[in-house]
């Protein structure tokens, strides 16, 4: 499902358009400000640069982001994006694990203990910027058949990343939940934290869940997870209520 967020009056007008299904995400958006943090994403996030500059920070480094430039980043990992001055044109993927796992599964990539993550997090790959042009585009015009066309066009980028950017790794303490890739220590805690965001939630309840004292288990989590859990919490609460 595709609609339009808002339209100024400004040349070239300041404009953006979603289109959500419950594997993926597309955002297509056309700003003179714009700034953006994600605090603990559950899926993989794609920005690609159509026209502008932004800057991206994750792990401790800033990069500029310019035309035909592409940020990957793995799920759980903080970041902030904002526009440099003048008018950015970005537009942003959220893949979710499980969209990851099957199409690992059909390129028949997929092993008991392995985890995929991108290898770096700044790419200049033409023809990557080409199929997410031609998302772009598809969103923008709407015509009949976009979710066909946004199905197909959103599995030729899935195998070009699996291709190119894509790093399977063997991690024998990772397994796969309803929310991603998460550490086996910690998976039970995390799927706790996902049903029951929206209800009062305390840190036993979280460690009960991982079968740890409370001591124990908000130390491993931070170490894992790089964030305390109850800030993990709050994390998906925001993203629930984007």
Do not use: C
């Amino acid at each position: 499902m595709s609609r339009r967020l808002g339209q100024g009056q400004e040349s070239p007008p300041e404009r953006a358009r979603i289109h959500t299904t419950p594997r993926y995400e597309v955002y297509w958006l056309r700003k003179k400000t714009f700034a953006l943090t994600a605090t603990a994403p559950t899926g993989y996030t794609v920005h690609s640069v159509l026209h502008g500059r932004a800057h991206l920070s994750v792990g401790g480094e800033t990069f500029e982001l310019q035309d035909g430039m592409t940020a990957l980043l793995d799920p759980t990992r903080r970041y902030h994006l904002r526009s440099h001055p003048g008018t950015l044109e970005l537009i942003l993927l959220r893949l979710s694990p499980g969209l990851i796992a099957d199409m690992a599964a059909r390129l028949q990539l997929t092993r008991i203990g392995q985890e995929f993550t991108f290898r770096e997090p700044i790419v200049s790959d033409p023809q990557l910027a080409a199929l997410l042009r031609a998302i772009q585009q598809e969103i923008e015009r709407q015509r009949v058949g976009q979710d066909v066309i946004l199905d197909a066009l959103m599995d030729q980028i899935l195998v070009h990343l699996f291709r190119h950017h894509l790093l399977v790794r063997r991690n024998l303490d990772v397994e796969f939940s309803r929310f991603g890739f998460v550490d086996r220590r910690l998976r039970r805690a995390i799927e706790f934290i996902h049903t029951h965001f929206d209800a009062e939630v305390r840190l036993a309840d979280m460690a009960r869940a991982a079968f740890l004292s409370a001591f124990h288990f908000a130390r491993l989590f931070k170490r894992l997870m790089g964030m305390t859990p109850h800030a993990y919490l709050m994390s998906v609460r925001l993203e629930q209520a984007a």
